[in-house]
C-alpha cells in the first residue's frame, strides 16, 4: 500500500530533550515536506527537500534541522524542544513535476507536547 | 505566508443538502488543490484543476476556478454524515512544489 508513515505518533517530552520525528514514503517520490499544523494558523511548511541531499527552508524553520540522506526517509529533528513547538506534525510526498502536477500525500501526523 | 483564505470558516448543514466552499488567493497560480482533512488526522488529496482549467468534477465534488478573480469554490453535492471534515484550498505557485494552504472550512454534515 502507497503510504507515508510517521513514528511516534504522540510524543510528550520536556523543553531541550533532543528528539527526532521520522518520516518514510514508499511512493518512490523525490519531494517531502514536512508542517505543522496550529488552531488559527493553519498548516505552514517548516523544511522541504526536493531529492536526497537537497532540503530547504520553509516558512517557519526556526528551531528544526532535517536531512535527506536517503529518498524514501526524511526526519524533522528537534534538537533543543521548546513549549512553543507544541503542534500536529505532518510529513507529506510528492511526485514532483515542477510547475505540473504536486499532489501531496501526507501521514497520519503525530502530535507533540512540550512541557 | 499565507495565499489562500477560505470561506466560510464553518458551515453546517443537513444531510442530503449540496455544501459550498469558497477560497480566495493572492498570486498567480499553477494550480489549486483541494485536500480533506478528518479530526486531527492527515489531509488527503481531493482534487487539482490547473490554471487553464475552469470546471473540474470528481464523483459528488466539482471545483470551479477563476484566475481573472483568484477565486476558487468546491462544491460537495448531496451530502453525507461522512463529508463531516474540514476542507483547504491549497495553491502551487513556485516551481519548487511549495503549496500554501488556507485555513480551511469546518464541514458539519447532520444526519
Known amino acids: 500500500e502507497a503510504q507515508v508513515t510517521q513514528n511516534p505518533r504522540y510524543l510528550i517530552t520536556v523543553t531541550g530533550k533532543k528528539l527526532t520525528v521520522t518520516c518514510s514514503q514508499n511512493m518512490n517520490h523525490e519531494y517531502m515536506s514536512w508542517y505543522r499544523q496550529d488552531p488559527g494558523l493553519g498548516l505552514r511548511q517548516i523544511y522541504y527537500?526536493?531529492?536526497?541531499?537537497?532540503?530547504d527552508k520553509g516558512d517557519v524553520p526556526e528551531g528544526y534541522k532535517v536531512s535527506r540522506k536517503e529518498k524514501r526517509n526524511f526526519p524533522l529533528i528537534l534538537e533543543s524542544p521548546s513549549p512553543n513547538q507544541t503542534s500536529l506534525y505532518f510529513c507529506?510526498?510528492?511526485?514532483?513535476?515542477?510547475?505540473?502536477?504536486?499532489?501531496?500525500?501526507f501521514g497520519p501526523g503525530t502530535r507533540l507536547t512540550v512541557l | 505566508s499565507q495565499q489562500g483564505e477560505e470561506d466560510p470558516q464553518a458551515l453546517s448543514i443537513q444531510e442530503g443538502e449540496n455544501a459550498t466552499m469558497n477560497c480566495s488567493y493572492k498570486?498567480?497560480?499553477?494550480?489549486l488543490q483541494w485536500y480533506r482533512q478528518n479530526s486531527g488526522r492527515g489531509l488527503v488529496h481531493l482534487i487539482l484543476?490547473?490554471?487553464?482549467?475552469r470546471e473540474k468534477h470528481s464523483g459528488r465534488l466539482r471545483v470551479t476556478l477563476d484566475t481573472s478573480k483568484k477565486s476558487s469554490s468546491l462544491l460537495i453535492t448531496a451530502s453525507r454524515a461522512a463529508d463531516t471534515a474540514s476542507y483547504f484550498c491549497a495553491t502551487d505557485s513556485s516551481n519548487t512544489g511549495k503549496l500554501i494552504f488556507g485555513q480551511g472550512t469546518t464541514l458539519q454534515v447532520k444526519p
Open positions: 527537500s526536493m531529492n536526497v541531499e537537497v532540503t
Open positions: 498570486t498567480s497560480i499553477n494550480n
Open positions: 484543476i490547473r490554471s487553464n482549467e
Open positions: 507529506a510526498s510528492s511526485l514532483f513535476v515542477p510547475g505540473q502536477h504536486n499532489e501531496q500525500f
